[in-house]
């Protein structure tokens, strides 16, 4: 079946669910109305900026669109600007923080600017309302397909690193960098996220701090049962979301008015060793 004809069967099954006819849909994409009939008859294909402007008013990828991936419920939420929902893909075993979302598009609309942002939205097909709840949970496929985008584009591996770090931007006058602030150490900082809030945020990675001392710390990291069982894989994530992790660890100890963390990588999952390890140094210096 052709690309235009699987289009026009997928806005019949979306004219269906929320009961809108031709004249409603032309006014969508500023078509006249006629001529958009004549189109839909005869099969033929809408320009991108029509497909693009269709299928973010419906919270929809362009291929999610098309190949009719979608339920009702999506449809009708974001048609009417109610309760919008991640795509399904996005759904199933949320074990992270939207937290980590927001600063990586917050750093991407700083470095390429908001148009950049708003397509990788639109591609995604996250609405920008869900955006506005840093605390809400998603799946790590999401920030992996994101990071995967933003590779295409020619972010460097300093730039991922420096995404990471920008989460001390993203977070610093949330409830979240107002409780990190509180710490009188980076030894204590660390010790508290890595040993007894990362569950709040990440489900994903098993923590452990093998070692800690008042000069640094090593972090070890793996797959966590829940999540392998959940996404009923051998692994999950890939090198890039990896190197924002570092970016991350780098950060925390600038919540207490210090300079960023040294961090060095020494082991990695994705290169075939069976934990990622971390050395982390406490900064001495304020910022």
Not at 22 to 40: G, M, P, S, T, V
Not at 181 to 196: I, R, W
Request: overall charge positive; charged content about 25%; aromatic content about 10%.
């Amino acid at each position: 079946m052709s690309f235009a004809r699987n289009f026009w069967q997928s806005i019949e099954r979306i004219q269906c669910i929320l009961n809108i006819d031709d004249q409603e849909l032309a006014k969508l994409i500023n078509r006249n109305h006629f001529e958009l009939i004549a189109d839909k008859t005869c099969n033929r294909p809408l320009n991108m900026f029509e497909l693009a402007t269709i299928s973010n008013k419906f919270g929809l990828t362009i291929d999610g669109l098309v190949h009719g991936q979608f339920d009702d419920e999506q449809i009708i939420n974001n048609y009417h600007n109610l309760n919008p929902d991640l795509p399904n893909k996005y759904k199933e075993g949320k074990l992270s923080r939207l937290r980590t979302l927001i600063n990586v598009l917050d750093y991407t609309a700083l470095k390429l600017g908001d148009e950049c942002r708003q397509f990788l939205l639109q591609k995604l097909g996250v609405n920008e309302k869900l955006l506005n709840n840093p605390n809400k949970f998603t799946n790590i496929h999401l920030i992996t397909d994101l990071c995967r985008h933003l590779k295409t584009v020619g972010l460097t591996k300093e730039d991922f690193i420096n995404m990471g770090k920008y989460s001390y931007e993203t977070n610093k006058n949330t409830d979240f960098g107002i409780l990190l602030s509180k710490f009188n150490s980076a030894k204590n900082l660390y010790k508290f996220l890595l040993e007894d809030y990362t569950h709040m945020y990440d489900k994903n990675f098993k923590y452990q701090v093998t070692k800690v001392d008042n000069s640094g710390l090593v972090l070890e990291t793996t797959f966590s049962e829940e999540a392998l069982d959940t996404y009923r894989v051998k692994n999950f994530g890939n090198s890039t979301t990896c190197l924002t992790k570092i970016g991350v660890l780098s950060s925390m100890s600038q919540y207490i008015g210090l300079a960023p963390s040294p961090v060095k990588k020494t082991h990695c999952i994705y290169q075939g060793d069976t934990k990622t390890r971390y050395e982390i140094s406490f900064p001495i210096k304020k910022r």
